[in-house]
């Protein structure tokens, strides 16, 4: 780097009595209007000092991603920005032009957005996308970039940085690739970091991982904004902690006291949502906001014959072959059983295997050895037109429900095609009024108005799209659903009322769940039995407590391990 303009240069050049790398005093955040008019974020204050970390939190839609992204230029071309007092490292950033934030940005604050898949342009090598800011902001040579890279590739904890530089996005596992966007928000060492939802729908381990290289960060004196809507993540690693609701902060302090004693409504219903060592059973949201209220009995309690098997996995095998020519076994020997009326988790990290058996189990992928059966029939061995009378019985509920919809579809005529779908699987005849009640008698299920008819998915919000999605799974009365990932992609309140509806749904009328999922409170939680799984194989099975409080499998030890928890 240039004499007197690197890294070292500028933390030196901070004086001692600098308290805060950012400082924020009355922001105000509006899209469209005259400014000051309508604002989506108003009055929030804050500071973060030098190796400090403040988590904002909140649910989707309080303002805290807008937050971020106005405090470093990038709220958007519409919308207007009010601040008393807007410093990064001791420099007034208010009314910077465009042209100046770009100079200012990655070289005295970083940014590490949620999709890193979607951050990283898929038709370059990560290696180039990290040296970019290097030749932008530096007068390194080419040879001395590449250096870099590779050391702050091994910062972030991937190894054989050689290999590394000339792979891209898709290649790379999703803990990865957060830890390549991290790589390039940091490749010029600034003093400060913004960081969205860094471990959203990340598996449990490689979460931790990212943790524990945002501490060690920390610990190196990086001042770091947090934003997230879990607060068991942010408990491991933020010093203090804003809670942010319709575009407020409704509650700050301390991570520990805050955890420990919140104050505000808002703040305890975040916690009580939080579903890890949550009984099965138990609600962890309501109308009343008392999430912590018991079911009327467990899920588990209502199933009328608990012996009877109604889906069946039997050594079930998938070989997929890679472009090299070589094979990858992804589902390998899997076996296991789902009883009447409960929920069987399966839980396993990224790349398990866990969305391939579920393809399996569904017969939308054919196996290479075993066998699938449904209600005691053979499901995966006989063709699709014998499997059509059984496809009924099967419902499914998949991570993303934006893109499972036809998004030029209406609610209306997502759940018309599948309640009339579900009409002619059962031979019955039909016409319109009995259609649309049928339609409004699902809604009514999922606990939706039916002025969403209207509306197209993508003007809908995140829970309310997985509602729709349960809902369309349950237009053709299954006896089985086959859950995969359902809540991932939600926040954590957002998550708990899915999960309720789930668990009420099967006491009401008997359904047999399979829950896939990464996260294990969600598992611990829902779950009646666990089969956890690795590399394409079942390592361990076993009833839920037994599983959580006595697991035998290493693997699963070291799942448990990492799970963040609250205190």
Same mark, same amino acid.
């Given at each position: 780097?240039?004499?007197?303009?690197?890294?070292?240069?500028?933390?030196?050049?901070?004086?001692?009595?600098?308290? #805060?790398?950012?400082?924020?005093?009355?922001?105000?955040?509006?899209?469209?209007?005259?400014?000051?008019?309508?604002?989506?974020?108003?009055?929030?204050?804050?500071?973060?000092?030098?190796?400090?970390?403040?988590?904002?939190?909140?649910?989707?839609? #309080?303002?805290?991603?807008?937050?971020?992204?106005?405090?470093?230029?990038?709220?958007?071309?519409?919308?207007?920005?009010?601040?008393?007092?807007?410093?990064?490292?001791?420099?007034?950033?208010?009314?910077?032009?465009?042209?100046?934030?770009?100079?200012?940005?990655?070289?005295?604050?970083?940014?590490?957005?949620?999709?890193?898949?979607? #951050?990283?342009?898929?038709?370059?090598?990560?290696?180039?996308?990290?040296?970019?800011?290097?030749?932008?902001?530096?007068?390194?040579?080419?040879?001395? /970039?590449?250096?870099?890279?590779?050391?702050?590739?091994?910062?972030?904890?991937?190894?054989?940085?050689?290999?590394?530089?000339?792979? /891209?996005?898709?290649?790379?596992?999703?803990?990865?690739?957060?830890?390549?966007?991290?790589?390039?928000?940091?490749?010029?060492?600034?003093?400060?970091?913004?960081?969205?939802?860094?471990?959203?729908?990340?598996?449990?381990?490689?979460?931790?991982?990212?943790?524990?290289?945002?501490?060690?960060?920390? /610990?190196?004196?990086?001042?770091?904004?947090?934003?997230?809507?879990?607060?068991?993540?942010?408990?491991?690693?933020?010093?203090?902690?804003?809670?942010?609701?319709?575009?407020?902060?409704?509650?700050?302090?301390?991570?520990?006291?805050?955890?420990?004693?919140?104050?505000?409504?808002?703040?305890r219903r975040m916690i009580a949502a939080i579903p890890i060592d949550k009984p099965r059973g138990t609600r962890l949201s309501s109308p009343e906001g008392r999430a912590d209220a018991p079911a009327s009995a467990p899920a588990s309690a209502s199933a009328p014959a608990p012996a009877e098997v109604v889906l069946e996995a039997s050594g079930l095998v998938k070989t997929f072959r890679r472009p090299d020519g070589s094979e990858q076994r992804a589902v390998d020997g899997v076996s296991f059983r789902l009883l009447r009326g409960t929920t069987l988790g399966l839980v396993g990290e990224s790349g398990s295997g866990k969305t391939t058996t579920a393809r399996l189990l569904l017969a939308l992928s054919r196996p290479d050895a075993g066998e699938v059966r449904v209600l005691g029939r053979p499901f995966s061995a006989v063709t699709e037109r014998q499997r059509r009378r059984l496809r009924p019985e099967l419902g499914a509920i998949y991570q993303d429900a934006l893109s499972s919809f036809d998004p030029r579809l209406s609610v209306d005529a997502v759940l018309r095609d599948a309640v009339r779908g579900a009409r002619h699987a059962a031979r019955q005849a039909g016409n319109a009024a009995r259609d649309r009640a049928r339609v409004l008698e699902l809604l009514d299920q999922v606990s939706l108005p039916a002025t969403l008819l209207s509306r197209r998915p993508l003007s809908l919000s995140g829970g309310q799209r997985q509602r729709v999605g349960i809902a369309r799974a349950l237009a053709s009365e299954p006896q089985i659903l086959v859950c995969d990932e359902p809540v991932s992609s939600l926040d954590v309140t957002v998550q708990a009322q899915v999960l309720d509806l789930l668990d009420e749904l099967q006491r009401e009328r008997g359904l047999s769940l399979l829950l896939i999922s990464h996260d294990l409170g969600v598992i611990q939680h829902a779950s009646d039995q666990v089969a956890v799984m690795l590399d394409g194989t079942i390592v361990e099975t076993g009833d839920t407590a037994q599983v959580f409080t006595a697991p035998r499998h290493p693997y699963t030890q070291s799942l448990l391990a990492a799970v963040p928890r609250l205190g």
């Open positions: 780097m240039s004499q007197g303009t690197g890294p070292a240069a500028r933390r030196a050049a901070v004086t001692p009595t600098l308290v #805060s790398m950012l400082r924020v005093r009355d922001l105000a955040v509006g899209f469209g209007g005259q400014p000051g008019t309508d604002p989506v974020v108003a009055g929030v204050s804050f500071d973060i000092a030098p190796g400090e970390c403040l988590a904002l939190v909140g649910e989707s839609g #309080s303002g805290k991603s807008v937050t971020a992204r106005s405090l470093i230029g990038l709220a958007g071309d519409d919308a207007w920005l009010q601040a008393a007092e807007l410093e990064i490292n001791g420099s007034d950033v208010l009314g910077l032009s465009d042209a100046q934030w770009r100079r200012r940005r990655g070289r005295d604050v970083g940014l590490v957005l949620q999709d890193a898949l979607v #951050s990283l342009d898929p038709l370059r090598p990560i290696g180039r996308e990290i040296a970019d800011s290097l030749r932008l902001h530096t007068t390194l040579d080419r040879a001395a /970039r590449r250096t870099r890279v590779q050391e702050v590739l091994e910062r972030v904890g991937l190894p054989d940085g050689r290999t590394r530089v000339r792979q /891209r996005s898709g290649e790379l596992s999703g803990g990865q690739r957060q830890r390549a966007l991290i790589a390039s928000a940091i490749a010029l060492d600034p003093p400060l970091l913004l960081i969205d939802e860094p471990t959203t729908a990340l598996d449990v381990t490689v979460q931790a991982q990212i943790l524990d290289l945002l501490e060690s960060l920390k /610990r190196h004196g990086t001042a770091i904004l947090l934003i997230s809507h879990d607060l068991a993540v942010v408990g491991r690693i933020a010093d203090r902690i804003a809670v942010m609701s319709a575009g407020r902060i409704v509650e700050r302090g301390p991570a520990a006291r805050l955890l420990a004693s919140p104050k505000h409504e808002q703040t």
